[in-house]
């Protein structure tokens, strides 16, 4: 069974700070997408980046970015300058059945510190 | 952009009921969409995948009969669920997929919150 990780159940962050929050998974694709969905309390599921597994460049998008080290099958997500409206769920996923659908992580609940 | 809609927002149904649960894709064709289901303080469970002009497909355990999905155009898939009863009570997320340019990229609908008494 394919499977998503992550690690960290709850983390938090003071604002401004950053925080990384980690993911592992286990895929038999060999060219495929990663993604990273925040769940705020509305329970709206957002992309927040995603990484195309052959790219070694890692991903950036404003405030976040990826670290992906494809050997190792990590996927770890940073925020930075993290924002009050960046609290939510993070979810890593990963794909499976020819990238057609997505594993998801038991997902981490981050709380920003004012 | 990539918008997708889901409607109703929240329902609730007595027991032997049926409900129908629509997801758009509101600027783009999605020639596939997902239906997961979510338990509170869960992850998403993927119920079964909708094909455009074709029958869904089903993950295991999940019943077909009770679950009925129907993906009519690249806008619009519908999942019923018949004869609801309190266990099937949960929160319903649909998504889509962008034909091309988007990397299989899932996007996700706002959810419907079914509550069957």
């Known amino acids: 069974a394919q499977t998503v990780t992550q690690s960290q159940p709850e983390m938090s962050v003071q604002e401004a700070e950053t925080v990384t929050l980690s993911c592992t998974y286990d895929?038999?694709?060999?060219?495929?997408?990663l993604f990273w969905y925040k769940q705020p309390p509305s329970r709206q599921m957002i992309l927040v980046i995603r990484?195309?597994?052959?790219?070694?460049q890692n991903a950036t998008e404003n405030r976040f970015s990826v670290n992906f080290q494809k050997a190792a099958k990590s996927f770890s997500l940073k925020i930075s300058d993290s924002q009050l409206g960046d609290a939510a769920m993070y979810f890593c996923?990963?794909?499976?059945?020819?990238?057609?659908?997505?594993?998801f992580g038991t997902g981490t609940r981050l709380t920003i510190i004012p | 952009g990539a918008v997708v809609s889901q409607h109703p927002s929240w329902v609730i149904c007595k027991s032997g009921t049926s409900v129908k649960i629509e997801c758009r894709s509101l600027?783009?064709?999605?020639?596939?969409m997902f239906w997961y289901r979510q338990f509170p303080k869960q992850s998403l469970m993927l119920m079964a995948t909708?094909?455009?002009?074709?029958?869904?497909?089903?993950e295991q355990g999940v019943e077909k009969d009770k679950f009925l999905i129907n993906h009519a155009s690249l806008t619009l898939s519908t999942l019923t669920v018949t004869s609801a009863h309190p266990e099937d009570s949960s929160f319903y997320i649909c998504?889509?997929?962008?034909?091309?340019?988007?990397?299989?990229?899932?996007?996700f609908g706002p959810g419907t919150r079914l509550t069957v008494l």
């Open positions: 998504s889509a997929v962008k034909i091309a340019g988007s990397g299989d990229t899932q996007y």
């Open positions: 996923a990963s794909p499976r059945d020819g990238n057609e659908k997505l594993t």
């Open positions: 909708s094909n455009e002009g074709s029958k869904a497909t089903y």
């Open positions: 600027d783009f064709q999605a020639t596939t």
């Open positions: 895929t038999s694709e060999s060219d495929y997408y």
């Open positions: 990484q195309e597994a052959y790219k070694q």
